[in-house]
């Protein structure tokens, strides 16, 4: 086997017809049969109104959803695509400059934004009513989104990466059984999680115990952060069960270590126990002034995960705690089901590697919450087309979905009958023969 010389290569005459994207077509299609275009344009074409609007804001949503969608994680990279042929195609035959974007993407105000908010979390929970078991799981987690500009609202704030880099502070939510993500804010980057976001908390928790099926309840897991009487005491009267990891306080910690019913449930090779779990009659001030007395459950191991806080009476145990309304079942199991959280992880790191929500386009904060929650609808909605037209494909990360359903090379013909798209042999994209 010996490679060629590529010098031997003659690069011929350019062809206007070859493009990239040939993908979406096919997501188009998908996309029009659900009612996204007609939906855009009904919900927010309100906010550019007037006899000479010329690119209408249902039309630029989509056009940047297009663009999200094949791996542009900023405005101005619609730029580059406007070159090829599809896309601008689709766009309507001309691709808008980028400051007419930018325009469009600051009429967002906070009525617009909720409602971007709500279709994103409707595409998101659409799945929800066929999750089957007891509980559907609602995983709710923050995180830091660095700016490496000036920003509207990015300011300094807690960053264990970039100590004193402004910032975001988003909160996402997920569901863990499939995946989509149902609730998405960006926050000023000194903004922590606590009492003020209750009443979205409470939103995003109603709307999805309405999508849930008979006969399976909610149960909401967050990290320390919602160590909260508020949040505790508001998923008490939304009648959604939680597992919440408690925050290591000195009084809790004193607790664990006057904790003698012990219980083991695993040991090692030599029978000797390696994890063990233990209920605490414990019941912090602030709960008690709101009538809450959470189950408390400790679990203290010899294999150290995360940020483990180790015993005073022996150096191999580290400990955790969590707080759950669960109050029929095994200790072992909730501190189990807690760990299954960590999913929220990957799905945070695919949307800062996957669609760059941290990639901040414009100055003003009501334009780069509408381009974060765009950039999330656009998952849940590639999420929806992997799955639903083409189930036999494994469950990739956005990555392989783009590479396989979306940035595919193709020819956009003209005739005299319409517009033909020829793709390479093999594609997953070719019609189905019977």
């Known amino acids: 086997m010996r490679r060629p010389d590529p010098a031997i290569i003659r690069i011929g005459k350019p062809d206007p017809t070859v493009t990239g994207v040939a993908g979406l077509v096919g997501f188009g299609v998908y996309l029009r049969r659900l009612g996204i275009d007609r939906e855009l344009h009904a919900e927010f074409d309100q906010l550019k ?4 609007v010329v690119y209408p804001m249902g039309t630029q949503l989509r056009l940047l959803t297009d663009a999200f969608a094949v ?11 406007a070159a090829d042929p599809l896309f601008t195609y689709l766009a309507g035959g001309v691709v808008p400059s980028i400051d007419t974007l930018y325009d469009d993407l600051d009429r967002f105000d906070d009525a617009a934004l909720s409602a971007l908010e709500d279709k994103m979390a409707e595409h998101g929970l659409v799945r929800l009513p066929q999750v089957r078991g007891t509980y559907a799981h609602f995983d709710l987690d923050t995180s830091v989104l660095p700016s490496f500009g000036e920003h509207e609202g990015a300011v300094p704030g ?26 998405g804010q960006l926050r000023r980057g000194d903004t922590g999680f606590g009492a003020d976001d209750v009443p979205t908390m409470r939103r995003w928790v109603r709307r999805a115990k309405n999508k849930l099926r008979q006969g399976v309840s909610l149960c909401v897991r967050i ?25 290591m306080t000195p009084d809790l910690y004193g607790a664990v270590g006057w904790a003698t019913q012990w219980k083991t449930v695993d040991v090692d090779a030599d029978n000797r126990p390696i994890r063990q779990v233990a209920e605490l009659d414990f019941c912090r001030g602030t709960w008690r002034d709101k009538g809450m007395k959470p189950r408390v459950i400790a679990v203290r191991s010899v294999e150290r995960h995360g940020k483990q806080l180790p015993l005073i009476d022996g150096a191999d145990w580290t400990v955790q705690v969590f707080l759950t309304n669960r109050l029929d079942e095994d200790a072992n199991d909730v501190a189990w089901d807690y760990d299954k959280r960590a999913g929220i992880e990957p799905l945070i790191a695919e949307c800062k590697g996957g669609w760059g929500i941290g990639h901040a386009s414009s100055y003003g904060f009501g334009a780069n919450h509408a381009v ?28 392989w979905r783009r590479r396989t359903l979306l940035c595919v090379p193709g020819r956009l013909t003209r005739s005299g009958r319409g517009h033909r798209l020829r793709l390479p042999p093999g594609s997953p994209l070719l019609p189905k023969r019977e």
């Open 223 to 247: 990290d320390s952060a919602g160590d909260c009487a508020d949040v505790l005491h508001a998923l008490h009267e939304e009648q959604a069960f939680y597992v919440i990891k408690a925050k």
């Open 158 to 183: 807690p960053n264990p990466r970039y100590r004193g880099r402004p910032s975001y502070h988003p909160m996402l939510a997920r569901i863990g059984e499939t995946g989509t993500i149902v609730g």
């Open 49 to 52: 109104t007037g006899n000479g």
């Open 372 to 399: 974060f929650l765009l950039k999330l609808l656009t998952h849940n909605l590639l999420d929806r087309y992997a799955t639903e037209q083409f189930p036999e494909l494994p469950r990739w990360r956005t990555p």
């Open 71 to 81: 791996g542009e994680t900023r405005v101005f990279g619609v730029e580059g695509l």
